[in-house]
């Protein structure tokens, strides 16, 4: 799988949304093991952008390993600074199945309880109203009503 090909300025904008970022991948004077190269696919699938600590000494491994990566992994190569390595892969769309039968789940409305003297902050109350309940504009909670069927239907039931 070849590595990712990106511009000087889109590789400037990773960089630049790389720096707060934290090591999530180790790599120990073993070298690249299929271990690591397991464990950095997992974190470039649920990252996409992140940094990896080589702990060895030598820097033409190092330079060895980050491109046998981006090769390995079809990730582009954003930076190498020191024992430092940015990876970057576009995370894939996770596929979201639909259930048919999915009812409404239950939401949460944050609420505004006025204060009868002016200069007093309004009362912040969050509900959570269920499917089968409604929100007045009172701020109370209801149940739903049953909707009433017509008689030529409960006739033909």
Known sequence: MP???LTPA????HRAEAHHLDPVVMIGNDGLTPAVVKET???????????????GDDRVAR???F???AEDLSAAPIQHIGKLLVLWRPVP????????????????FKVL?????????????TLRVLGNQR???????????VKQKSIKKRNQA
């Open 3 to 5: 590595q990712i090909q």
């Open 10 to 13: 889109q590789r400037k904008v």
């Open 41 to 55: 696919d997992a974190a470039l699938k649920a990252h996409g952008l992140i940094k990896i600590r080589v702990l």
């Open 63 to 65: 330079e060895a390993m």
């Open 67 to 69: 491109n046998q990566l």
């Open 93 to 108: 769309e996770k596929e979201k199945t639909i259930s048919e039968d999915r009812m409404a789940g239950p939401r949460d």
């Open 113 to 125: 309880k006025y204060s009868s003297r002016g200069g007093q902050r309004p009362e912040v109350k």
């Open 135 to 145: 929100l007045t504009s009172g701020g109370q909670v209801k149940r739903a009503k």
